[in-house]
């Protein structure tokens, strides 16, 4: 695991969070310390700069992730080298507010040598969270929130009410953690920390929707050029690159725009088997001239995921959603970074906004490209919140309930579980900034924690343009497809993997070729020899769960867990299997509850509960 932690604290142990965060016992790391102030960094072990650096003027700056350019006075300026040192730079010439002109994806540290005091900061999005906890004598803070039980000034218990998001939901929002005493830090913000452990926080970014009233194809071509853009500058010639390829187009824009620009490239596919999905990605990845892997999932691919997932997971999806991590080994010693196309969806196909659907009895169902707009707060929390409560949760009060009581509006300003919003249609739209707010972060968490990786799509000039494109162009303009055929004609001559029209045809052509293909595989084909083996990219989680025993084996090994925490019910726990067995469908709330079993958290709050009563 990689990461960073630190404390500033009269007991300024922090050995055991850095100890913690050496996850395969490779990685590398960097401790400062001076007076009551500790910093670490903890860093893949081929990553040179161990995420640090020193100002002329003697501050220190530590650095979990990549930065890549600067938007300053001068204009933008791309970064040669990411690292640590360019934040120097930048501090040195621009002070604390360098941070609001960064683009990258990051947390990071600054100690000031001369007033003592300790920034925290965050990128714009979110990307990479921070969980800290007030002390009776300062503040300690880790990327991995797993860890903060492991210092011995942190005194915390499991709050129910954002541990029952977790398992309905699989994530509390906003800033708030099952933790009591525990908050994320903001997104797009500074955090700075007094020598006696006061603070303040400063926001210097908020997304604003801003729509311009242009076509289409205008939009297409913005993508197509300023995604080019983003990923020459996080690329080059020299580079040895990896990408993990789907099907569908999001990862298939990447392919496209490093092929624009002659970069060299790798990609892997996972799957069960060579399924339709796998044979798309083979046809794309020959159109690219790129060799493909394909890393197949064997059998007891999720049932060993299961405890070395759990380990790293911060609350925010569950254990299966790190997808590759097993292949860790395969993909490290291949390429020097790994792409993905994570999060295209969530910017430019507005994916997570609220939809009219149609039922078509056994052709299957699908969303219509239409906004049904939120216009009130009620409406939004039924949009995130309007789910049954799990058999195994003892809780008083609905779900609905417990997230509308930290969601309140002032003025226009609409503030969600602590993070606020200019208003309700940025909360909608907007809705996963911070990133942790969408469960899919495990995936992206858990390649960072693997080798240097990223999207492209989380760039600042990415997210700028989503602001400004309005919504019937996200739902209905196809614009991902539209910029692949820009950048890479030849990668628009396939279908996506759930079709069977090429993807620069027109958006009703491709779902009537998805509705025809879904129907085909359930009515028409013979079943995979497998039956959690399907033809998309992920297997049938709903038939492993009937197939298989790691669930029950889970609980089994845990009953005791179970039994001691007042908030759960074993009875309701086999309820929830059994009923899942029995033909309904408790994916989530049975995988989030297994998650958590095995997150060694779990033994550490109640280890710490037992000492201190």
Known sequence: MVGLCGAVSDICGIDPLVEDLHWTGDERSLLGEEGDVAVAS??????????????????????????????????????????????????????????????????G??????????????????????????????????????????HPGVETEFDETYLAEYFALHRPFGVRTPLTGVAKTQPG???????DGSYETHRYWRPVYTPRERSREYFADRLARTFRDVVA?????????????????????????LTALDRQ??????????????????????????????LIRDGDYLARSLTGNSEMSNFVGYFNQAHANEFDETLSSSVDVLLTGHYGDMLFKGN???????????????????????????????????????????????????????????????ID?????????????????????????????????????????????????????????????DLINEAISRLAPALADYPHGSGVVPVRYPLAAQRTGELATEFVQKHLLSDPEKPHWGHGPWPDHHELIRTQEFIPETLERHEETIRSLPFLSWEGANECYEAHLAG???????YSLVTFLEMPLVSRVQERQEATH
Not at 189 to 195: A, F, H, K
Not at 362 to 387: C, K, Q
């Open 584 to 590: 309904e469908s408790h994916l989530g709330p049975l």
């Open 109 to 150: 540290a600054i100690h000031d040598s001369e007033t003592g005091q300790l920034s925290l900061f965050t990128d714009r999005f979110g990307t990479r969270p921070l969980y800290y906890s007030e002390t009776d004598d300062g503040i300690v803070f880790s990327t991995n929130i797993q860890s903060l039980p492991l």
């Open 417 to 477: 579980h602590g993070v606020s919003y200019p208003s309700l249609r940025e909360a909608t739209l907007a809705s996963r900034c911070p990133l942790t707010n969408g469960t899919s972060q495990f995936f992206y968490h858990g390649t960072s924690q693997m080798m240097p990786s990223g999207t492209p799509f989380l760039d600042n000039r990415l997210f700028d343009l989503f602001l400004t494109i309005p919504v019937r162009h996200l739902l209905r303009g």
């Open 233 to 257: 500058d996080r690329t080059d010639r020299a580079g040895e690159y990896g990408l993990l390829l789907s099907g569908g187009s999001d990862s298939r824009l990447v392919l496209a725009a």
């Open 352 to 414: 997570h906004l609220r939809k009219s659907s149609v039922d078509l009895g056994p052709l299957g169902s699908f969303d219509l490209p239409r906004e049904r707009s939120i216009e009130t707060v009620e409406e939004f929390v039924d949009h995130r919140a309007d789910v049954n409560t799990p058999a195994y949760l003892q809780l008083p009060r609905s779900i609905r309930e417990l997230y509308r009581d930290d969601v309140r509006k002032e003025g226009e300003e609409v």
């Open 265 to 294: 490239v790798q990609t892997f596919h996972l799957a069960e088997w060579h399924n339709r999905e796998a044979k798309t990605a083979a046809k794309v990845s020959a159109a690219a001239g790129a060799p493909l892997t394909l």
């Open 189 to 195: 913000s500074v955090m700075t920390i007094d020598p």
């Open 42 to 107: 903890v860093t893949h072990p081929f990553e040179a700069d161990l995420g640090y650096a020193e100002t002329e003027g003697g501050d220190r700056i530590w650095l979990w992730g990549s930065v890549w350019g600067f938007d300053g006075p001068d204009g933008y300026e791309r970064f040669r080298e990411s690292g640590a040192e360019q934040c120097a730079i930048r501090y040195d010439r621009h002070g604390m507010e360098f941070v609001s002109g960064l683009n990258g994806n990051f947390v």
